[in-house]
């Protein structure tokens, strides 16, 4: 892929920048120094390879204050990607070998080769030392050095000047591109000191339309942050399947038994679990209740179960009894927090096999944490599983629904698409933890729960159908991601087990064909003829005999690029560009925008001429601002790219203002480039208040509210206000400096469904932006102009709407840190 980096326009600045005093001309530099490699001890080597220069192997210099040149992909987070004794050596072609010990063992290595020590190829690893060629091999004795007053060991050999040289540049380039990442609005009372408001003539060339993609918004859904079960799913009952296991979670009680209580003279007591006859192989806990009157078996729900007042409650169980028993009924109250009971009805169970009964209740008042208590009239053995209350005004009204508000929120974004079921989650935490989607669909009963990769139970009631289903019901194209074979590249690995886990393995070969079947089958669940295949069959038995109409599907998430991935994932794409040409397969690099995943993930779907691959960034306000060049560079020849995840990142992790514009401002360049990049999607999207494992989140929420976020309002006005053609326009503003330049975004749209004509100016500037706009000939029109506008701390903005005459907009001023959207009715 031609895709130009900043570093030649980045590093003819260097020589204006104090810090690089280096980079003047000096006539005594030396012919040789001496190269330094090692990697730190504090940290266990998890910030990487470190370099250090010397004229004479006594006065030792680092080459980048500690900046990592390569760092070790393997293992979990953080926790276990280091790297021990880096040995750097040189082949006679030329190349640079880096390799490393994995772990304190010794025995297991890690190795990848670079041209220059700035640009590193996808990372190798080995049960013992590979040998020749490698730079494992060798008799060299580590050896000390004192770089920046701290003893470290490593290994020394002699270069030529220049080579430390290019990277002394190199890292001065780092700097100053770091220093343009890192620019806040926090500074812009400094930055900005003395600056007079802007004007901006903005002149629309109509005649150079181009067509842009139409799907340019969509919605990313993962199951984090407790954003499915206990949130977008609107099953009300927690462990309802008493399938909870001790390794899922770290909260205490974790087990079968979680939220679940027996209650009996007014004290509590656990309960028991069996598995000797469950409702279904792949639901195989039930509990086993010796049940009497006087006592309950409660459930308190996902930090409680709020209930209306008026609205009706459809509650069901599965239940058996031992032979020979006697029946009877179970009352099922729900009790508000003095244990006072708002809704009651019952059912009744009897001997026999497994048998599911059902009632309705309804809320007699508002409750905040309600309890859900079973009661029996019966004396005897119970085994009870699969115990649920949704609410019956679930989304469009659905059996096995989502939660209403949670939904609409969703659906208020007007998104394109959806991607589902998850990034990480999707690929999951080892081989044994992959999404397999035929889990997810069928009975309830009959779905196998599985482990989240965020540490918490999946019960799969939000399955492929029920995705499918909601896509549909937002006018969503549905885009579900599938693992590439392999895990999640930071899954856990077990030390002294060098394939045990993590993207170093991979699904067996001789199991890829059933795999790559599973895919396969997907398309057809989703668009076959239930006349001709047993999953369209299955599709239809669930209520939807006609096709969902997949159009796109995603293979692997944020991968690393290695062998075991490019088996894997060729086989995939080539069964189903083979089977199914029509579906567009989108591929992946990586987790970054840079870097040797990146580009070698690039490199592969080039040469496999994958439609689209997905990037994933989260960056800086700082990166936002000064990228807005990123897809102007891109080669038009290759994959379209999908944006499937980023997110503007501050410290502490807000979504503000700040946040919000730096996202707005990049996205008027990314309709620019609406050519390449088809669909983006903000991540994460979900996040319940109390459970929240990642911040920054688009929509915040609890039992009773939901809570957008400033972000969420710029993904909605983009949303509701996107187009399918781009209009070119001139911009010309009256300050030349290119830090206000960066912070004046533009961009016009043509909505051909409407004929609507759209401007998106965003002003990240303390002033405001009097803006001139021209092109646009006609003198009559309707315009709808909404401005979400605050301090860059603000999280609280939401945008105001009204109604303004084109005339109007001769001189329109944009208001300090905001975002304008106005949406002009041309008469026809």
Request: proline share 6%; charged share 25%.
């Given at each position: 892929?031609?895709?130009?980096?900043?570093?030649?326009?980045?590093?003819?600045?260097?020589?204006?920048?104090?810090?690089?005093?280096?980079?003047?001309?000096?006539?005594?530099?030396?012919?040789?120094?001496?190269?330094?490699?090692?990697?730190?001890?504090?940290?266990?080597?998890?910030?990487?390879?470190?370099?250090?220069?010397?004229?004479?192997?006594?006065?030792?210099?680092?080459?980048?204050?500690?900046?990592?040149?390569?760092?070790?992909?393997?293992?979990?987070?953080?926790?276990?990607?280091?790297?021990?004794?880096?040995?750097?050596?040189?082949d006679e072609k030329g190349l640079w070998h880096c390799a490393w010990q994995l772990n304190e063992s010794g025995k297991e290595w890690g190795q990848a080769t670079s041209p220059d020590l700035m640009k590193w190829?996808?990372?190798?690893?080995?049960?013992?030392?590979?040998?020749?060629?490698?730079?494992?091999?060798?008799?060299?004795?580590?050896?000390?050095?004192?770089?920046?007053?701290?003893?470290?060991?490593?290994?020394?050999?002699?270069?030529?000047?220049?080579?430390?040289?290019?990277?002394?540049?190199?890292?001065?380039?780092?700097?100053?591109?770091?220093?343009?990442?890192?620019?806040?609005?926090?500074?812009?009372?400094?930055?900005?000191?003395?600056?007079?408001?802007?004007?901006?003539?903005?002149?629309?060339?109509?005649?150079?339309?181009?067509?842009?993609?139409?799907?340019?918004?969509?919605?990313?859904?993962?199951?984090?942050?407790?954003?499915?079960?206990?949130?977008?799913?609107?099953?009300?009952?927690?462990?309802?399947?008493?399938?909870?296991?001790?390794?899922?979670?770290?909260?205490?009680?974790?087990?079968?038994?979680?939220?679940?209580?027996?209650?009996?003279?007014?004290?509590?007591?656990?309960?028991?679990?069996?598995?000797?006859?469950?409702?279904?192989?792949?639901?195989?806990?039930?509990?086993?209740?010796?049940?009497?009157?006087?006592?309950?078996?409660?459930?308190?729900?996902?930090?409680?179960?709020?209930?209306?007042?008026?609205?009706?409650?459809?509650?069901?169980?599965?239940?058996?009894?031992?032979?020979?028993?006697?029946?009877?009924?179970?009352?099922?109250?729900?009790?508000?927090?003095?244990?006072?009971?708002?809704?009651?009805?019952?059912?009744?169970?009897?001997?026999?096999?497994?048998?599911?009964?059902?009632?309705?209740?309804?809320?007699?008042?508002?409750?905040?944490?309600?309890?859900?208590?079973?009661?029996?009239?019966?004396?005897?053995?119970?085994?009870?599983?699969?115990?649920?209350?949704?609410?019956?005004?679930?989304?469009?009204?659905?059996?096995?629904?989502?939660?209403?508000?949670?939904?609409?929120?969703?659906?208020?974004?007007?998104?394109?698409?959806?991607?589902?079921?998850?990034?990480?989650?999707?690929?999951?935490?080892?081989?044994?933890?992959?999404?397999?989607?035929?889990?997810?669909?069928?009975?309830?009963?009959?779905?196998?729960?599985?482990?989240?990769?965020?540490?918490?139970?999946?019960?799969?009631?939000?399955?492929?159908?029920?995705?499918?289903?909601?896509?549909?019901?937002?006018?969503?194209?549905?885009?579900?991601?599938?693992?590439?074979?392999?895990?999640?590249?930071?899954?856990?690995?077990?030390?002294?087990?060098?394939?045990?886990?993590?993207?170093?393995?991979?699904?067996?070969?001789?199991?890829?064909?059933?795999?790559?079947?599973?895919?396969?089958?997907?398309?057809?669940?989703?668009?076959?003829?239930?006349?001709?295949?047993?999953?369209?069959?299955?599709?239809?038995?669930?209520?939807?005999?006609?096709?969902?109409?997949?159009?796109?599907?995603?293979?692997?998430?944020?991968?690393?690029?290695?062998?075991?991935?490019?088996?894997?994932?060729?086989?995939?794409?080539?069964?189903?560009?083979?089977?199914?040409?029509?579906?567009?397969?989108?591929?992946?690099?990586?987790?970054?925008?840079?870097?040797?995943?990146?580009?070698?993930?690039?490199?592969?779907?080039?040469?496999?001429?994958?439609?689209?691959?997905?990037?994933?960034?989260?960056?800086?306000?700082?990166?936002?601002?000064?990228?807005?060049?990123?897809?102007?560079?891109?080669?038009?020849?290759?994959?379209?790219?999908?944006?499937?995840?980023?997110?503007?990142?501050?410290?502490?992790?807000?979504?503000?203002?700040?946040?919000?514009?730096?996202?707005?401002?990049?996205?008027?360049?990314?309709?620019?480039?609406?050519?390449?990049?088809?669909?983006?999607?903000?991540?994460?999207?979900?996040?319940?208040?109390?459970?929240?494992?990642?911040?920054?989140?688009?929509?915040?929420?609890?039992?009773?509210?939901?809570?957008?976020?400033?972000?969420?309002?710029?993904?909605?006005?983009?949303?509701?206000?996107?187009?399918?053609?781009?209009?070119?326009?001139?911009?010309?503003?009256?300050?030349?400096?290119?830090?206000?330049?960066?912070?004046?975004?533009?961009?016009?749209?043509?909505?051909?469904?409407?004929?609507?004509?759209?401007?998106?100016?965003?002003?990240?500037?303390?002033?405001?932006?009097?803006?001139?706009?021209?092109?646009?000939?006609?003198?009559?029109?309707?315009?709808?102009?909404?401005?979400?506008?605050?301090?860059?701390?603000?999280?609280?903005?939401?945008?105001?709407?009204?109604?303004?005459?084109?005339?109007?907009?001769?001189?329109?001023?944009?208001?300090?840190?905001?975002?304008?959207?106005?949406?002009?009715?041309?008469?026809?």
């Amino acid at each position: 892929m031609k895709h130009l980096t900043h570093l030649a326009a980045l590093c003819a600045c260097l020589t204006s920048l104090p810090v690089a005093a280096h980079v003047q001309e000096v006539m005594n530099e030396p012919d040789s120094v001496y190269l330094f490699s090692y990697a730190t001890v504090n940290d266990a080597g998890r910030s990487g390879l470190k370099l250090a220069w010397s004229p004479d192997t006594e006065r030792w210099f680092s080459i980048g204050n500690g900046y990592g040149y390569v760092k070790c992909d393997y293992g979990a987070w953080g926790a276990e990607k280091r790297m021990f004794n880096p040995h750097l050596t040189r082949d006679e072609k030329g190349l640079w070998h880096c390799a490393w010990q994995l772990n304190e063992s010794g025995k297991e290595w890690g190795q990848a080769t670079s041209p220059d020590l700035m640009k590193w190829n996808p990372q190798s690893y080995y049960l013992q030392s590979p040998g020749e060629g490698t730079g494992i091999q060798g008799s060299e004795t580590r050896k000390k050095a004192v770089v920046e007053g701290v003893v470290e060991q490593g290994y020394m050999q002699k270069v030529a000047w220049e080579e430390v040289d290019r990277l002394l540049k190199f890292v001065d380039y780092r700097a100053y591109r770091d220093q343009l990442h890192n620019e806040r609005t926090e500074q812009d009372a400094q930055r900005f000191a003395g600056l007079a408001p802007v004007s901006l003539q903005l002149t629309v060339r109509p005649e150079e339309a181009r067509p842009i993609s139409d799907k340019l918004i969509g919605i990313f859904f993962e199951d984090i942050n407790y954003g499915a079960d206990g949130g977008l799913y609107a099953e009300l009952v927690q462990n309802r399947d008493f399938e909870y296991t001790p390794k899922e979670g770290s909260a205490q009680g974790w087990d079968h038994g979680y939220a679940w209580s027996v209650w009996e003279n007014g004290k509590s007591s656990a309960i028991q679990v069996a598995t000797e006859h469950p409702l279904h192989a792949n639901n195989p806990h039930y509990v086993v209740w010796q049940a009497k009157p006087g006592s309950s078996l409660r459930n308190t729900g996902f930090d409680g179960i709020t209930l209306k007042k008026g609205e009706k409650y459809d509650f069901s169980l599965f239940a058996s009894m031992p032979e020979g028993s006697k029946g009877g009924k179970v009352v099922v109250r729900l009790l508000d927090a003095q244990g006072k009971e708002v809704a009651q009805a019952s059912v009744k169970v009897k001997a026999g096999d497994w048998k599911k009964q059902t009632a309705v209740l309804t809320a007699q008042a508002d409750v905040e944490a309600a309890v859900l208590s079973l009661e029996p009239e019966l004396t005897g053995e119970l085994h009870l599983d699969m115990i649920s209350l949704f609410p019956q005004k679930t989304f469009k009204g659905h059996k096995n629904g989502l939660r209403a508000d949670l939904a609409q929120t969703l659906a208020d974004l007007h998104p394109r698409f959806m991607r589902f079921p998850g990034g990480c989650v999707a690929h999951g935490n080892g081989i044994d933890n992959i999404y397999r989607w035929k889990n997810s669909v069928g009975p309830l009963e009959a779905r196998k729960p599985m482990r989240n990769l965020w540490g918490y139970h999946q019960t799969l009631g939000l399955g492929y159908f029920e995705y499918f289903q909601f896509c549909e019901d937002i006018g969503a194209e549905p885009l579900p991601v599938l693992a590439a074979g392999v895990p999640c590249q930071n899954s856990a690995c077990i030390p002294g087990k060098l394939l045990s886990g993590g993207q170093q393995g991979g699904i067996p070969m001789e199991e890829m064909d059933a795999y790559v079947q599973d895919i396969l089958d997907l398309i057809e669940y989703a668009n076959g003829d239930p006349k001709k295949n047993k999953w369209a069959k299955m599709r239809a038995e669930a209520g939807h005999p006609k096709p969902f109409n997949l159009k796109y599907i995603g293979i692997g998430n944020e991968d690393l690029i290695t062998p075991i991935f490019e088996e894997r994932f060729e086989m995939i794409f080539k069964a189903i560009k083979e089977k199914y040409p029509e579906i567009t397969v989108i591929g992946t690099v990586g987790p970054f925008y840079e870097g040797t995943d990146y580009e070698a993930g690039w490199k592969f779907a080039s040469r496999l001429q994958v439609p689209m691959v997905d990037e994933h960034y989260y960056n800086t306000p700082g990166w936002f601002i000064n990228n807005q060049d990123y897809y102007d560079r891109y080669d038009r020849s290759k994959p379209k790219v999908y944006l499937g995840e980023y997110a503007a990142h501050l410290p502490s992790r807000p979504n503000n203002i700040e946040t919000a514009l730096a996202e707005a401002l990049y996205l008027t360049s990314v309709e620019r480039n609406g050519d390449i990049v088809s669909m983006t999607s903000y991540a994460p999207l979900l996040a319940k208040e109390g459970h929240t494992q990642w911040n920054p989140d688009l929509i915040y929420f609890n039992n009773k509210e939901v809570k957008p976020t400033v972000g969420y309002y710029t993904q909605q006005l983009y949303g509701q206000n996107s187009g399918d053609t781009y209009l070119p326009a001139d911009r010309k503003i009256d300050n030349s400096r290119q830090d206000v330049q960066r912070r004046i975004g533009t961009s016009v749209v043509r909505d051909s469904k409407t004929g609507d004509v759209i401007v998106k100016l965003v002003n990240l500037l303390p002033v405001p932006v009097k803006t001139q706009l021209n092109g646009l000939t006609q003198e009559e029109g309707q315009v709808t102009l909404q401005v979400l506008s605050g301090t860059p701390t603000d999280q609280q903005a939401r945008p105001v709407k009204k109604e303004i005459s084109l005339k109007d907009l001769s001189q329109y001023e944009m208001p300090a840190y905001s975002l304008s959207v106005i949406r002009i009715h041309l008469p026809k």
